[in-house]
């Protein structure tokens, strides 16, 4: 896991009823869309959204690895902080963690990681381009984002 304190609040989200199961619980495959809520509006408030990459370099960014360790359950309604960060920055290949707590008392509910190998358009492994580089590189902290609709 990456330092904590390197984790920022990217986004918040409500759980919405057909993200439950039958238990009233958040489904658990749903954490993996959280991450990538998480994931995109981590490279958009790093200038990077993850379309105008791939649109102006032709480059790719799919999941090679993930992991998600549940901690406790959201049920619907709640409202979640999402927190993302890069651990580590390869030629060809960035891993992002996140931590997903409840709102507003905090408590860890899910935390993770997923691997991400850069590929061209031919779906060849390749190095990421500079300006994305430069742009995960940066550490200017955004402003936290609005409260969930209906708070």
């Given at each position: 896991?990456?330092?904590?304190?390197?984790?920022?609040?990217?986004?918040?989200?409500?759980v919405?009823?057909g993200?439950?199961d039958?238990?009233?619980?958040?489904y658990?495959?749903?954490y993996?869309?959280?991450?990538e809520i998480?994931?995109?509006?981590?490279?958009?408030?790093?200038?990077?959204?993850?379309r105008?990459?791939?649109e102006a370099?032709?480059?790719?960014?799919p999941?090679?690895e993930a992991?998600?360790?549940?901690?406790?359950?959201?049920?619907?309604?709640?409202?979640?902080?999402?927190?993302?960060?890069?651990?580590k920055?390869?030629?060809?290949?960035?891993?992002?963690?996140?931590?997903?707590?409840r709102?507003p008392?905090?408590a860890?509910?899910?935390?993770g990681?997923?691997?991400?190998?850069?590929i061209?358009?031919?779906?060849?492994?390749?190095?990421?381009?500079?300006?994305?580089?430069?742009?995960?590189?940066?550490t200017a902290?955004?402003p936290?984002?609005?409260?969930?609709?209906?708070?």
């Open positions: 896991m990456s330092n904590p304190a390197s984790l920022r609040e990217v986004a918040r989200v409500r919405i009823y993200d439950t039958q238990m009233g619980m958040v658990y495959g749903n993996l869309r959280y991450f998480a994931r995109t509006e981590f490279l958009r408030q790093a200038g990077a959204t993850y105008a990459f791939s370099s032709g480059h790719k960014l999941v090679v992991c998600v360790r549940y901690r406790q359950s959201a049920r619907y309604d709640d409202e979640m902080a999402l927190f993302a960060a890069i651990a920055l390869g030629g060809a290949s960035a891993r992002f963690e996140y931590e997903i707590r709102l008392d905090g860890l509910l899910v935390d990681h997923t691997l991400h190998a850069c061209d358009a031919a779906g060849k492994v390749s190095r990421i381009p500079r300006s994305l580089r430069d742009a995960l590189s940066a902290a955004p936290p984002p609005a409260p969930a609709p209906g708070r």
